[in-house]
């Protein structure tokens, strides 16, 4: 007996559009007609095997804004079937059982295959996973109050994994769970040079407390660069919960990168840039936003003459603060650099 198979309806309403013309703006032309998921995939790399566009995803699926927010699983095993007729174009997955490709629908339930373990992710989960447990950006508010070591033992510099510390204004109802970071460069607006969005927060390492007292102790529990005098404790927040579909937001974005994680100045596929727009601006999780790079070229007469903008890649929004956020980069047709525009796509 064949194994079941969860069924997932992606149906693209054409209304007026002819199924030949939403195929030559919306399907690629090398697009499958069947493909088997799987581990590995993310519902990114699915969606650019079919679509031009990857980012409208959510458009094929037809759902109501909260589900394309949090939509339903896809997982490995699932056989996502490209049908094509007069009425339109759709995307589903195959039930084995019936037979052949059946319209089944789209609802939560229980999986019997023992080979599944997980969902498949929006994008890469291991390259976005340290970002989601990390602090990132600090506000100058918990620079100032965040908890600080005094440092190792007599005679002792710096702190190593397993090593005691102790620290100064450790609270005792945050938990035992704690980061420590060192406050980095100030993170400023391109457009209103003396506005300050935060500071990055340069992650050493985590700690567990064992003591809560006027001066505590604790214990690293690992380290990732030196832990010394002043170094900064937050507690551990939960690792957030990303599996949010590509989507373009609803309004438009004009935005600007402003950092390159790793210190890195050119943009490239697969690096984690900052955003100078965050939650207040209107992005959120899931969000795809395209790179345009700024050029400029000398005129005959050597005046400079700023050149239209030229796309150059995808960014995906996967973690959102108050006036900044952290994207990956999901596709780079050239290298982008820092100060590029980030817009609407």
Do not use: C
């Not at 037809?62 to 339109?88: A, C, E, T, W």
């Not at 019997?112 to 340290?130: G, H, K, L, N």
């Not at 406050?183 to 050493?204: N, R, S």
């Not at 170094?231 to 600007?256: C, K, M, T, W």
């Amino acid at each position: 007996m064949r194994k079941p198979i969860i069924a997932v309806i992606l149906f693209l309403s054409l209304l007026s559009v002819t199924p030949v013309k939403a195929e030559n703006t919306l399907l690629r032309s090398d697009s499958p007609d069947r493909y088997v998921v799987v581990p590995g995939d993310t519902l990114w790399s699915i969606a650019s095997r079919f679509l031009r566009d990857p980012w409208r995803w959510p458009e094929v699926w037809g759902f109501n804004r909260q589900q394309v927010k949090n939509p339903h699983k896809i997982y490995p095993g699932d056989i996502i079937v490209l049908d094509r007729s007069m009425q339109g174009i759709r995307l589903r997955i195959a039930d084995e059982d019936a037979g052949g490709i059946k319209t089944v629908k789209l609802s939560p339930r229980v999986r019997s295959e023992q080979f599944v373990t997980a969902a498949i992710p929006s994008i890469p989960a291991a390259t976005i996973e340290p970002f989601l447990s990390q602090p990132l950006v600090i506000e100058n508010d918990q620079l100032t109050n965040a908890p600080y070591i005094l440092g190792p033992g007599e005679g002792r510099v710096a702190l190593s994994t397993s090593d005691i510390g102790y620290v100064s204004g450790l609270p005792k109802d945050q938990g035992s769970a704690w980061q420590i970071f060192r406050p980095g460069k100030a993170l400023k607006d391109p457009d209103q040079k003396d506005l300050i969005l935060g500071y990055e927060a340069i992650y050493l390492g985590n700690a567990r407390a064992d003591v809560f007292a006027d001066v505590s102790t604790v214990t690293i529990t690992r380290i990732k660069e030196e832990i010394l005098k002043g170094d900064r404790l937050v507690p551990s927040p939960d690792i957030i919960f990303n599996n949010y579909a590509p989507h373009a937001p609803e309004s438009q974005i004009n935005g600007r990168i402003i950092s390159v994680y790793g210190g890195v100045t050119e943009v490239g596929k697969g690096a984690i840039v900052t955003l100078n727009k965050g939650e207040k601006d209107g992005l959120e999780m899931g969000h795809v936003l395209a790179i345009y790079r700024k050029s400029q070229a000398k005129s005959l007469k050597g005046d400079i003459v700023q050149l239209p903008d030229e796309r150059t890649g995808l960014v995906f929004v996967f973690r959102v603060f108050d006036r900044i956020s952290y994207a990956l980069v999901v596709q780079s047709m050239y290298p982008g650099r820092v100060l590029d525009a980030v817009k609407t796509p």
